[in-house]
């Protein structure tokens, strides 16, 4: 009998006391579909196999299990921030659009609701200054450090000195396209070489009238700053008007497989930015297939593993994962809000050593975060394609961006958007 | 010759090859608009989808491979062989001729002496369907299609001009191709049309629809043969397009280019897709040429809707579309 009231009274309780939920929501604004979508399902895996790893490996971050859920844009800035909508009243930690156009339509919305938006190598480039841009991030590299990784490492393959040479920008005409002009620009009369920029529309399916240009302009180098089939005929192009492909370099969105496999041999030698490790000699993959593939929990259909596009949402997730770890530790308790998270991201340390406990030995180049760097470390490597063994490999070390010009074009960019927004910069 | 005449003689000749390509997607708009009056918005998707599925014969892969394994767990995603292009091609335009079977069957039997545009939003529809059972059937990765046709510089183009010019033009010989097969491809479908019974049946409906059934022309079996040829000049835009690209969803969007191909050249006239082609391919890289100096690139996507726009205001129906006349 008093096992019995006492049960009730348990129960009684249960009803009338509210269920928190005690989870950490990881929304994912993915595109599954559409003409991207090769280019978003590969994110999309390796962004959710990694939270599924840290779920089922170690029983989520702190205790409390990652609750993700998943929202399709299409890559669609409207179906993007209609996503975001449906998401903002649910504790979203940490909001990843995967698009420069829906990051520019969520910087205002996330600023006012208090939500932490990561631009990981994409989005609005002066974001990095923290002061200004306080929900938004976008380490470890932007735009324009891959403009100037892209021109260090031209630097250095001819003797720390392009004087007379000719580079053409081959780009995307659209706001993502066009971001590393002004960068471009600047580094073209700081060093002396000639600067064709020649823009693609989109999609980019036909580029004959590019390349009739490019080859009658007989450039040195080509950098890329393409997306989507855009990439594929770019490197077909370069392929047909035997453009040696050792120097044709993509932005690391212009490095994918997808971007490389559809050309065969002829791609062979392609290079692109990366920002991060390639290939899947890494343990954390071990680890992956023991607690992620073998339990049949991959996301998608589990063959995009180890893939350029695949490892950096892994990344995304690595990252986003560390700065919730980071944070909970700043509250002092697991269950923190977005609010806590940007504290978290703010204050987040990826060292060598942190890496290589992750399983990702020198997998990142090391950086801090801080009030005033939103941007991460810059660095980038470069990626070779073998068309023989179908694989990317690392050609070079970490080369770091010119932090110095782009922390004067990113503070005059940010002090405009001040300016025209009200807001007087500052940190939290 | 100046350099700068050279150049644009390399551009005209690049666009007479480009605009090919956009006449191989016209001419599956023409055929059916022309037998049915219906604008076939899916004409782009059909495309994709025969070139998704006829990488799908040449890799061995398992249709549906994706959803079997997520339902029941298994890791299966292809037969273990590869087949042979040709094998593959005449595979391929079987399954063309049994989807133009059950779009008559499911879609356009139900939609007898429906106004135009409630069948032009069926095949709205179509496009989305087919989209989606592309994806689900093959997977959305980006796929290498190579049927054997050779790409890259023509050194035979390049060997002449040289000579002529003392410059050589490029040409990628993947357009060459296209050439040829679309002369092929027109040379065939004129054959039909005037000396078979079908073909002169297709005719016969093109003309009225009315008089020939009255005349016991089965209008189901012209619209599965209209789709069905329509669906094999899709597989032949997919290979081509796809050679090019790879096959990925963004194939569907080489219709867009196929718009104002068929607004120049009129919506009922195989010769005046195969002239639009030309006109519009031409036209938009010798303006490319010139103009990029003065206003910069990508100067092809809304150029060749420019001039679609300006033929629309002085001759509505196209170069060799037949005429409107509405009588009251």
């Given at each position: 009998m008093k096992m019995t009231k006492i049960a009730a009274l348990v129960a009684a309780a249960a009803i009338a006391t509210p269920v928190v939920a005690q989870d950490l929501h990881f929304p994912m604004l993915n595109y599954r579909t559409g003409p991207f979508a090769p280019g978003g399902i590969p994110f999309a895996d390796g962004y959710q196999d990694y939270l599924t790893l840290i779920n089922e490996r170690d029983g989520g971050i702190g205790g409390l299990p990652i609750r993700t859920t998943e929202c399709e844009t299409a890559y669609n800035t409207e179906r993007g921030v209609e996503c975001y909508e449906s998401i903002r009243g649910d504790s979203p930690l940490i909001v990843q659009p995967l698009s420069t156009g829906i990051t520019y339509q969520l910087i205002p919305r996330v600023t006012e609701d208090g939500v932490p938006l990561h631009t990981m190598g994409y989005g609005r480039t002066s974001a990095m200054e923290g002061e200004t841009f306080p929900w938004v991030f976008n380490y470890p590299a932007n735009y324009w450090d891959g403009a100037s990784v892209a021109i260090n490492y031209l630097l250095d393959q001819n003797d720390d000195s392009l004087e007379g040479k000719k580079i053409v920008l081959i780009y995307h005409n659209s706001a993502y396209g066009r971001e590393p002009i002004p960068t471009l620009q600047n580094l073209s009369e700081r060093y002396g070489f000639e600067l064709v920029e020649i823009p693609v529309d989109s999609p980019g399916q036909e580029q004959s009238s590019q390349w009739l240009q490019i080859r009658r302009e007989r450039p040195d180098y080509v950098i890329m700053w393409g997306w989507g089939v855009m990439n594929a005929v770019a490197i077909q192009e370069a392929a047909n008007i035997r453009f040696p492909m050792e120097n044709f370099i993509g932005i690391w969105w212009s490095g994918s497989e997808n971007d490389v496999v559809p050309v065969g041999a002829g791609a062979d030698g392609y290079t692109a930015l990366t920002f991060h490790g390639v290939g899947t000699d890494y343990p954390v993959y071990d680890d992956i297939q023991t607690y992620v593939v073998d339990r049949g929990?991959?996301?998608?259909?589990?063959?995009?593993?180890?893939?350029a596009v695949y490892s950096r949402g892994l990344y995304a997730a690595m990252l986003a994962v560390e700065a919730a770890r980071t944070a909970q530790e700043l509250a002092g308790h697991a269950q923190i809000t977005p609010a806590e998270m940007r504290a978290g991201m703010e204050a987040l340390s990826i060292s060598e050593e942190r890496l290589a406990e992750l399983g990702l030995p020198n997998f990142s180049a090391p950086f801090d975060v801080s009030c005033q760097n939103h941007g991460g470390s810059g660095a980038a490597m470069i990626q070779q394609w073998d068309a023989d063994t179908q694989t990317w490999s690392l050609i070079t070390d970490w080369i770091d961006s010119d932090r110095e010009l782009i922390g004067e074009l990113a503070t005059a960019d940010a002090a405009a958007y001040a300016a025209e927004n009200n807001i007087t910069p500052g940190c939290l | 010759m100046s350099d700068n005449v050279l150049f644009a003689l390399e551009a005209a000749a690049n666009g007479l090859t480009v605009g090919i390509m956009y006449s191989l997607v016209a001419l599956g708009f023409v055929l059916i608009f022309k037998a049915s009056?219906?604008?076939?918005?899916a004409q782009g998707v059909l495309a994709l989808f025969a070139a998704l599925t006829l990488v799908g014969f040449q890799t061995g892969q398992v249709p549906f491979s994706h959803l079997i394994n997520a339902i029941f767990g298994t890791n299966i995603h292809d037969f273990g062989f590869t087949m042979p292009a040709v094998l593959a091609i005449i595979l391929t335009v079987l399954v063309m001729i049994l989807i133009a079977i059950l779009v008559e069957r499911l879609v356009l039997k139900h939609l007898v002496n429906q106004e135009p545009i409630i069948l032009f939003m069926a095949t709205i529809g179509l496009a989305y369907f087919l989209e989606g059972l592309g994806d689900i059937m093959w997977g959305a990765e980006v796929k290498r299609l190579d049927v054997g046709i050779p790409q890259g510089m023509s050194p035979w183009v390049d060997e002449v001009t040289y000579n002529l010019f003392g410059y050589g033009f490029y040409l990628d010989e993947l357009s060459l191709w296209a050439l040829g097969i679309a002369a092929v491809l027109v040379t065939a479908l004129v054959i039909f049309s005037q000396y078979t019974k079908q073909g002169r049946a297709l005719r016969a409906v093109a003309d009225d629809h009315q008089a020939a059934l009255s005349v016991g022309i089965s209008l189901r079996f012209i619209w599965v043969l209209t789709w069905s040829i329509a669906g094999i000049v899709a597989l032949v835009a997919g290979i081509m397009w796809g050679s090019k690209s790879g096959v990925q969803f963004s194939l569907s969007l080489i219709a867009l280019k196929a718009l104002p191909v068929l607004i120049l050249g009129g919506f009922t006239s195989i010769p005046g897709a195969i002239v639009g082609g030309l006109l519009i391919g031409v036209g938009e890289k010798l303006f490319d040429f010139f103009m990029q100096p003065i206003i910069g690139g990508a100067t092809e996507n809304w150029f060749a809707y420019m001039l679609a726009l300006v033929f629309l205001l002085f001759r509505p129906q196209g170069l060799f579309g037949e005429r409107i006349i509405e009588r009251v």
């Open positions: 929990l991959a996301a998608g259909n589990g063959d995009q593993i180890g893939s | 009056g219906i604008f076939n918005f």
